[in-house]
């Protein structure tokens, strides 16, 4: 008996392992000489087939996403001009490519993350600033400061990056949309500018030093940026927390929430808390900025919304998921590999008691960058009418993927990220569109105004 209780538990075990590793984003290299060693020309075409045929085995609507015939054509232009054995970051600059032709912000090939960390434990800088992309340009997300006893040099907040170790911006922009995930060029473009200093590493090289050329109003500056300097940002501290509430005027009040990637029990807390100021403080007009948000978890999304739901209410009303290996559940029960499963959505969540929830009006701000479980937040707010959306339509589809499964490529070890299930809105639409905001309003970054959060004071007037 004893012995059947331990092969039991070394079968749960073992299960439970092998479960959990698709799950994992950032696993540890088996062979960290792996980052060293080149790669052979037949094991690295072996890779790119992989990385395709993974992404069509697991994605609940390869055909409806990617664009397969200059998917092909990729893949067979990549193994003519991969003739010598590469690295795995020379690699990732080859495969990664084929990431926008998935056409799916969860569906992309992350960047070698080993070696990149290698580099900055190594003290190697990454890119400094954080940025923000309009019409293809690039532009200081925030001011910055440089003091010492040797310069004191100022970088507004808005200024234009013209060329980054003579690369143009735009040149950035344009290749580096290529290596990332996304359902339109948009996004895509935005997604470049979210995760820049890892672009500008995985496939342009760029770490360490740095020379910008900037453009302020008329002002043309070239500035040298180097490992050994600590630029400061007046906003850091604010910009990485992931809720921020401020009361903008008496009876106005404004809470950012920058991700959905946090614990949900914590956020509960926040969110618990940042609810009853907003009752003290007598707020009956409430913004809720969501447009740097790009998702996370959507126990964080269905916390916030049931604070401005007055009534049950759906995230979603269908479910569409593919089932491979790793997703199929304890011996198969869900079904077989490749099958479709597509499930009505009927669960609805319940509002907060009438004492805690809001009861005012809600304006949330979205844009390109609003994605996933934030995409998902949005169109629960549209479809039950908890509030009105402002800004700019989002980059990704309001029908999101969702669910994501990782893998490995074999030779190379470079993981894969790709998403399992479809998730349509709450009224229910398919058609294949953006979140439009009920009242559009397009941005500025050059001028650093806010013309989304000046429209919503312009209608509360």
């Known amino acids: 008996m004893n012995t059947c209780k331990a092969i039991l538990f070394l079968t749960i075990f073992l299960l439970g392992g092998c479960a959990q590793s698709h799950l994992d984003i950032f696993p540890e290299l088996e062979d960290p000489s792996l980052m060293d060693r ?54 990732f600059r080859y495969v990664g490519q084929l990431s926008h ?48 006893d040797s310069e004191s040099k100022t970088l507004v907040a808005g200024s234009r990056i013209i060329s980054i ?19 339109t060029q948009r996004l895509r473009e935005a997604f470049v500018a979210a995760r820049f200093p890892y672009i500008l590493w995985a496939v342009f090289g760029m770490i360490g030093n740095f020379e910008l050329e900037v453009q302020h109003e008329t002002q043309v500056d070239s500035i040298k940026l180097n490992s050994t300097q600590q630029w400061q ?16 005027e008496p009876g106005l009040g404004y809470l950012r929430v920058s991700s959905f990637d946090v614990d949900p029990e914590q956020f509960a807390d926040d969110i618990a808390e940042y609810f009853s100021t907003i009752k003290q403080q007598n707020i009956q007009h409430l913004i809720i900025d969501i447009r740097d948000n790009t ?36 011996f198969g029960y869900k079904g077989s590999v490749g099958d479709i499963i597509r499930t009505p959505w009927t669960d609805e969540v319940n509002p907060k008691s009438e004492a805690r929830r809001f009861t005012g009006n809600v304006y949330v ?12 937040f949005a169109t629960t707010v549209q479809d039950n009418e908890m509030g009105t959306l402002v800004g700019e339509s989002t980059g990704g589809y309001a029908n999101q993927t969702a669910q994501g499964n990782l893998f490995n490529l074999p030779h190379s070890q470079l993981r894969a990220y790709v998403a399992t299930r479809l ?35 312009e209608l509360l007037q």
């Not at 701000?365 to 998902?376: E, H, M």
Request: aromatic share 8%.
């Open 101 to 148: 032709l998935f056409n799916d912000g969860h569906s992309f090939l992350i960047w070698p993350y080993q070696e990149y960390a290698a580099a900055v434990d190594a003290g190697t800088a990454p890119f400094p600033f954080a940025v923000k992309e309009q019409d293809g340009s690039l532009y200081l997300a925030r001011d910055y400061n440089l003091s010492t």
């Open 295 to 330: 998702g996370g978890n959507t126990d964080t999304a269905t916390e916030l919304a049931s604070y401005l739901a007055d009534k049950p209410f759906q995230l979603v009303s269908h479910v569409t998921e593919r089932l491979n290996e790793d997703n199929r559940g304890w």
């Open 38 to 91: 080149k790669i052979s020309v037949t094991e690295l075409h072996q890779d790119i087939d992989a990385f395709v045929a993974g992404v069509q085995a697991r994605h609940p609507d390869f055909d409806g996403y990617a664009n397969q015939q200059e998917l092909q054509q990729s893949v067979l232009k990549l193994k003519q001009h991969i003739d010598q054995p590469l690295t795995r970051v020379e690699f």
């Open 165 to 183: 170790n003579g690369v143009s911006a735009e040149q950035i922009i344009e290749q580096g949309q290529h290596f990332v995930g996304g359902e």
């Open 365 to 376: 701000l979205i844009g390109p960058v609003t994605y996933s479980a934030a995409i998902v």
């Open 233 to 248: 940002s007046q906003t850091a501290q604010v910009a990485h927390s992931e809720l921020e509430l401020q009361i903008l």
């Open 423 to 457: 998730l349509v809105r709450p009224n229910g639409a398919r058609e294949v569109t953006t979140v439009v905001p009920d009242v559009i309003v397009q941005p500025d970054v050059a001028s650093g105004s806010d013309t989304a959060l000046t429209k919503i004071k």
